[in-house]
């Protein structure tokens, strides 16, 4: 009797996933329902249905699409993307349920105003896929050159004062700067606690233009440069964490073994 019941019971759990797994399908081809036969072969060749289509394709999709080997264009275009992935409506913390057509592509978070010009530089097709050059001139073309640059690589020298009342760094020469900075010391102004925090909230933003891992060492190093520590009092709890985000290239620049 126990046996019998327990062979119901498997049936019957088998009958609820097909069950939920047929609703799935119908529910996600309900915009298609009124769609001809002969059209289903746009999407349905010779392979049948794609593996990657299933009922969590809206979760799943985009770590196929970022894959080298990503077959998606096999049936899309990229207007077909851009449907959906338009950006500019939701908030900065997304969660599993805000996908839609406000959806916006990872940089255009929060730290976008950070991210983006590094995103340009190491793939411009990131951007041209829904921006002309048109529409970074408009925005760039209000600011200063000056002020162009990533905000974590502005040293704000220029307008920094002399004691907080005395002139401002702009009306010196660069053959004056020793005067006051002997041995190139550079003070604790904005770029020098900015740079550091972009390194440590995200190394690898860094090494898009600094790939070999050595333009720290310039002044991160016990040997040379301004033989500033590269190693921060919390360094136990946090050195695997910077070697890993950075392959360890900063590493070897000093340590055969780390």
């Known amino acids: 009797m126990k046996k019998l019941f327990f062979i119901v019971a498997i049936l019957g759990c088998a009958l609820v996933i097909l069950q939920q797994k047929s609703y799935a399908e119908k529910t996600a081809h309900k915009d298609f329902a009124s769609m001809k036969f002969k059209d289903c072969n746009s ?3 010779d392979g049948g249905v794609a593996p990657t289509h299933d009922s969590d394709w809206v979760r799943g999709h985009r770590i196929v699409a970022g894959k080298a080997d990503g077959k998606c264009k096999e049936c ?3 207007a077909w993307c851009l449907d959906c992935h338009q950006g500019g409506g939701s908030g900065d913390n997304l969660s599993i349920s805000n996908f ?7 940089s255009h978070r929060s730290d976008f105003r950070v991210l983006h010009p590094l995103k340009a530089k190491d793939n411009p097709q990131t951007c041209v896929r829904c921006h002309d050059q ?3 001139s408009e925005c760039h073309s209000k600011f200063p050159r000056n002020k162009i640059q990533f905000e974590s690589h502005r040293r704000q020298f220029s307008n920094i004062q002399l004691q907080g009342s005395g002139p401002a760094h702009q009306i010196f020469n660069a053959s004056q700067c020793q005067t006051c900075h002997p041995g ?3 003070p604790t102004h904005q770029w020098s606690g900015e740079h550091a925090r972009e390194a440590r ?6 090494q898009t233009c600094h790939e070999d891992g050595d333009v720290c060492m310039k002044c991160h190093s016990s040997r040379t440069g301004l ?3 590269p190693h921060p009092r919390n360094w136990g709890s946090i050195k695997d ?5 950075s392959n360890g290239r900063s590493c070897i620049k000093c340590h055969n073994n780390f």
Do not use: E
């Open 100 to 106: 839609g057509r406000d959806y916006k592509p990872k």
């Open 184 to 186: 190139g010391l550079v």
């Open 201 to 206: 909230r995200n190394l690898q933003a860094c």
């Open 43 to 45: 999407c349905h060749k």
């Open 76 to 78: 899309h275009q990229q």
């Open 241 to 245: 964490n910077l070697r890993s985000r």
């Open 227 to 229: 033989k500033v520590s």
């Open 134 to 136: 048109k529409y970074c």
